[in-house]
T-cell receptor, first 116, second 113 residues
Framework: GAVVSQHPSWVICKSGTSVKIECRSL??????MFWYRQFPKQSLMLMAT?????????EQGVEKDKFLINHASLTLSTLTVTSAHPEDSSFYIC????????????FGPGTRLTVT | GQNIDQPTEMTATEGAIVQINCTYQ??????LFWYQQHAGEAPTFLSY????GLEEKGRFSSFLSRSKGYSYLLLKELQMKDSASYLC??????????????FGAGTTVTVRA
């Protein structure tokens, strides 16, 4: 089956620094990738949709200048949390949608971000 | 947007059956998904319904009624490892939204011995 990886799996950073999270589709080409955020005991909240070669589409309330998304190739999307604050601490999950009529999104294992 | 409602918590005994209901409202329905998520892990795909009716896959079954905006996930022969959060998600195909999913808040199922 399709595999999506994320790196790192967990990261601790200090307030004011930036953190980059990578999402890779390992055995298929992902024309579209999605970035979610999940706070403890809450559901997944879509942050943005990332399309290869074009600008990401952000959901309402998500600051595009704070959460930078780059989808430079069909197998890699990155999310950079800039000037991180403790309230950005969360579980960040990406998913990838393949080409063609496949209905399924394949989720990565998630990245646990803690900002101190 | 979508309003997706599902119960917050359910508890059942090992070997029993549990049904998790999900109701939704959407402008351009293009499929309903059920995912299982264990604490601290990413969701794993369980089922997909786009037409009315029942989809059976081993111990798990999912039902959809598009006219009622209603789905349920049926878990049979419950095992301790089934203790997890179960997420109902609706895919929208209105406009150019790239088949994005909207998730319900999730139902935490606790299986007791």
């Amino acid at each position: 089956g399709a595999v999506v990886s994320q790196h790192p799996s967990w990261v601790i950073c200090k307030s004011g620094t930036s953190v980059k999270i990578e999402c890779r589709s390992l055995d298929f080409q992902a024309t579209t990738m999605f970035w979610y955020r999940q706070f403890p005991k809450q559901s997944l909240m879509l942050m943005a949709t990332s399309n290869e070669g074009s600008k990401a589409t952000y959901e309402q309330g998500v600051e595009k200048d704070k959460f930078l998304i780059n989808h430079a190739s069909l197998t890699l999307s990155t999310l950079t949390v800039t000037s991180a604050h403790p309230e950005d601490s969360s579980f960040y999950i990406c998913s990838a949608h393949g080409q063609g009529a496949s209905y399924e999104q394949y989720f990565g294992p998630g990245t646990r971000l803690t900002v101190t | 947007g979508q309003n997706i409602d599902q119960p917050t918590e359910m508890t059942a005994t090992e070997g029993a059956i549990v049904q998790i209901n999900c109701t939704y409202q959407t402008s351009g329905f293009n499929g309903l998904f059920w995912y299982q998520q264990h604490a601290g892990e990413a969701p794993t795909f369980l089922s997909y319904n786009v037409l009315d009716g029942l989809e059976e896959k081993g111990r798990f079954s999912s039902f959809l009624s598009r006219s009622k905006g209603y789905s349920y996930l049926l878990l049979k022969e419950l095992q301790m490892k089934d203790s997890a959060s179960y997420l109902c998600a609706v895919r929208d195909q209105s406009g150019s939204n790239d088949y994005k999913l909207s998730f319900g808040a999730g139902t935490t199922v606790t299986v007791r011995a």
